[in-house]
């Protein structure tokens, strides 16, 4: 354990953490724009800096070890006059556009903006102006709007493992890239959208097809609904319509998602979903109330049942059902109907 | 999965045998690559493509479809040679180790590359890897399972487990990774033909009465009839009505020529869906069900972890969530029982079945889900099986003998056929078939033909070409590829416009009932 005063009080934590790990756990927000738990630290952003007595400059928390003895400001004058130039420096070479902004809502750059007070740029001149990358079929990248803080990079590097995108060019033409800036949709990239889940600004964005403002949704947390893994996600819903799919971080899938979780949701709300039961009827199907439905599969079970036997009847359940669902099924098959005749796709 | 996911990060080597884990199971894939980068894991991979995870391999084995068990065996053989067999872990909990000995004994690295079309160097290092490390596991999938052999390949990953003592402990294990969301509770909840929930079997009296008991109804003791047996018995006319809630065989079974001859032989079918899948086509009754975002529930995911899946939207339409279907035809036909929501269905399920006894919806509410065996309110779930003593007392070597697949290539039909699923699509693309970006990035079926073989029948890149199994016959486009081996043919089952399943094998395991989706022989022509 080690002793340090952090904003005058103080406090006995674990060695082994950073500066920013135990802010976090004893409850002082300190702001951050390329910070990832699940990452190595990258002390790039600046927005971490805190005053540290005796260190010649302010400090970036994320990548600094708590030591014995340590005297820590963390929202002083100094260090919120150099968080609030990060941001100007930031905002000199962002466009200001969240009012027709996708991600206004839930932008970091926005929160921060907002909190720390900085209306716009200062630092009139030279702005990025590089075409969008809309070659995914998935999502886009606006380099405009990239403030290189590396998540989506390091997130395909260090967790996703794809390695698909890096930083192209230097200095002011900095961008994130393919190799050979062949596009993201002709790379290596296999639309994970891990990148696009961490972006903090309006960078890298799904291809919506509706508009909504996060507000104007409630997350419901749930199971991924395809393979076996059982990825934890939270469907973004607007109305009656799910709308977005954000991973979870705080479960075993650690805020990763595939292609189909994160992008394959909008099957969902497809017009093509069967709204209401069919009868076949000389060879085509009409609709049909439940009940009409209901009494036709009734009478044709009973009198399966009474001319050849329950076993003449079968059920096949489904894998892609919940278990509720499956043990209902069987139940059907073997209690109301009175055969052992049900199995689901589990081989195939 | 005896074990848990997190483990992969920590383990000490990995076997993948007949799972392409990036694709199949991408977040299982990623954790596997974490655990190469961050723990120095060292990686085996078999499987007949170079799949993405066999350039990170620091052995691949590219073998011959339908030739696991003699790989497994010959791994085996070399560990014994080699003395890389945990003999007390043997000794204390295991029993036939003798024959296991007896039967590995002829598999030398030398026999068995010549079967699986492998080095034998390259047998002898993976087993070394597998051998000498101190926590290993296993991952398959389909690959072992979809055989005439099916069985005896999971037996002999298992032997293979046994023998190094990679059982009962963490980061280890025998490991499947399940295809489909809740193809693991679906089987613990009894959709199968001789088990009532948690693997109790119909024809055991003290079973069948605890469940009479229970739902006070009499209960058949005959095993029923497993889906390739009941579109069989549907053609002989012995099963004349049949109820078919969220699957699609006019796809996703065998010989699709057959599954439509039984199929219309029925006087009734009932489908249940959420799309008018093919299967649709040829039901008397579709019901429409409401989709996962629209109803409470759990699913059991591929480490046993039970987890809730909540409701976001109302069901779409006049649809109604599959339990309540099931619920309202079931009293209809006079059973009584009425359940107000699916926590109320867990609650009889927990009362029945030892594996979720504990298990409740406000258990569930806690992030993480709860793994079974999970017998009691206060027991924490199980994050690996056998941990403190192998469920059956002690485990059991079941060696088998290589057999050859049911249908080898000949001269008509030369080429191997195998199948598998690809990351953007999901099994009959019911789904991923309306997701706009998935099907601009793949839009339609196609096979993969090797070079050499593209080569010799001119058949480039993108051109149409006939396919043709003793069962049917489909027109696909070629992709030319160096990730299979000479004669080997692989496409995904995806596509109902061209189904693979027109060509496959519908000959059966004789224990799993599976059938031998990973070989059949076809024939390849390029149509000009």
Redesign the interface.
Known sequence: MVKLTINGIDYEVERDKTVLQVCNDIGIDIPTLCHDERLEPYAACRMCLVEIEGAKNLQTSCSTKVREGMVVHTHNDKVMDARRDVLDLLLSNHPIDCLTCEKSGQCKLQDYAYEYGVREGTYVGEMRNKPIDDSNHFYTYDPDKCILCGLCVRVCDELQNTNAIGFEDRGFGTIVATPFDQGLGNSACVSCGNCVSVCPVGALMPKYDTKFRLWETKKVRTTCSYCGVGCQMDLLVKGDKVVGVEPAFDTFNNGLLCVKGKFGYKFINHGDRLKTPLIKKDGEFVEASWDEAYKLIISKIEDTKAKYGADALAGLSSARCTNEENYMFQKFMRAAIGTNNVDHCARL | MTN???EILHTDAIFIIGSNT?E?????G?TM??AL?NNGTKLVVADPRRIELADYADVYLQIKPGTNIALLNGIMNVIIEKGLQDREFIEKNTENYEELEEIVKDYTPEKVAEICDVKAEDIIKAATIYGEADKAGIFYAMGI??HTTGTDGVMSISNLALLTGNLGKESAGVNP??????????????????D??GYQK?FKEEVAEK?EKA?E????R??????AE?LD??EKG??????????N?MV??PDINHVKKALESL??L?VQ????SETCEL???????A?????D???????R??????????P????????QI?????N????DKKYSH?SE??D??ASLTPQYGGIDYVRLED??GLQWPCPTKDHPGTKYLHGTAIARGKGLFVPAKYKESAELPDREYPYIFTTGRI??H?HTR???G?????N??VPEAYVEIDEVTANKLDIKDGDKVRLTSRRGSIEVGAKITDIISEGVLFMPFHFAEAAANYLTNPALDPI????E?KVAAVKLEKID
Request: no cysteine.
């Open positions: 848990t996911i997190e990036t199949n199971h991408p977040v299982i990623a690559k974490q980068r399972t979809q990774l399940r295809g489909q969301n809740n193809v693991q509770g679906s089987s613990d909840m009894a959709a199968l033909p001789s009532y929930p119909v469940f739902w109804v009499n209960l058949s005959k095993v029923g009839l497993t889906v009941m018995a549907a012995d099963i004349r009505t049949m109820y078919i809630m969220g699957e065989p996703s079974d006087d009734f009932v869906d959420i799309f008018f039901a008397d009754v579709i019901l429409p069900a989709s996962f975002a629209e109803k529930g759990t699913f059991t995911n591929t480490e972890r039970v987890q809730r899946v909540r409701k976001a939207i109302e779409v339409g006049k649809s109604k969530p599959d339990w099931i619920m309202e035809v079931m209809l036909l006079g059973y699916p269905i867990m009889e399920i992030k993480d990351l953007y999901y019911t789904m991923t309306r997701v706009e970006g998935l601009k990035q799993a009932k599976i059938p989706f």
